[in-house]
């Protein structure tokens, strides 16, 4: 068999000048891919890990809005013509734009 038959079990020579050019690419790909891992899962610890959080701040409530006595509000929705409130006695209160009290809706057992 000749070094230039296809069926040669012996692989073609390849020159260095490509086989560094590979070394380098698959290096500075590796690297890459490394920072762009790193920065991926920094962004979700910062951005998810205050999610739910004790201490986290809700938005204030519209000063129109007043909740019934004693609740206080666990979340809150503001929409085009609602607000929706759920308070810390599971129920969820639904206000117009003018802060009137439309529905308050039991939730729980």
Do not use: H, Q
């Not at 205050?50 to 809005?65: D, E, K, Q």
């Not at 979340?75 to 013509?81: G, I, Y």
């Amino acid at each position: 068999m000749t070094p230039s038959d296809p069926t040669s079990p012996e692989p073609a020579a390849v020159s260095l000048p490509e086989v560094r050019f590979l070394k380098i690419l698959v290096t500075v790909l590796t690297a890459v891919m490394i920072f762009g891992l790193v920065a991926v899962i920094g962004l979700l610890v910062t951005r998810l890990g205050s999610v739910g959080a004790p201490g986290t701040a809700l938005p204030a409530l519209p000063s129109r809005i007043a909740l019934p006595d004693g609740m206080k509000a666990e979340a809150v929705t503001v929409a085009k013509e609602f607000t929706i409130v759920v308070t810390d006695r599971d129920s969820v209160l639904l206000f117009r734009p003018d802060g009137t009290l439309v529905r308050a809706v039991p939730i729980g057992e």
